[in-house]
């Protein structure tokens, strides 16, 4: 059989099934984030001009970017290119650099990705993953039952109001300065 010359036609399909396992941290942050009541994230949406890639999915993807170290726009597209659980995350959607930077940098959203990475942090010290002391440690696995509901936004609100977020926020700041310090 001689090769063709064709490349517009494919003779086979190739089916990527794009799944992770039950406990893997990326549906921690899934559940975590479609538990952000709609009114926090729906009402920054602009209802003008081209529709844009749901707030959601971007949040998913910044923390789990977050999670993974990963601090810079086109670090964040590349792991979406490369990394089965981002690519569950974002639905297999590409997402330019741009569109994740222009989504970090607007004021509504930097406050709504800060207030979610800080309740997420939080999250992990009530579920003993990680101690209150840190707020990174590469490598962890946070166990996640489906049926269970793991984590609940107003629940976080009311258990963490009177918990200091202001030293966790600090050192989420800290964290992306060093970011832009490295880069």
Known sequence: MDKKGNTNKNDFVLNFDLDIPKDHIARAISNFVDSIPDQLVLERENPTGRPAIHPRMLMKMIIFAYYRQEFSGRDIELLNEES?????????????YKTINNFKSSEPFKHLIKEAFVYFS??????????????????????????????????????????????????????????????
Do not use: C
């Not at 984590?151 to 963490?160: I, L, M």
């Open 84 to 96: 089965i659980p981002m690519k569950w995350l974002s639905q297999d959607t590409s997402v330019s």
């Open 122 to 183: 939080m999250l992990l010290v009530e579920s003993g993953v990680v101690k209150e002391k840190f707020l990174f440690i590469p490598g962890i696995e946070l166990k996640v039952h489906p049926d269970d509901s793991l984590f609940t936004w107003k629940r976080a609100v009311d258990e963490f109001g009177q918990m200091d977020k202001t030293q966790v926020a600090t050192r989420y700041e800290d964290l992306i300065e060093k970011a832009k310090d490295n880069k």
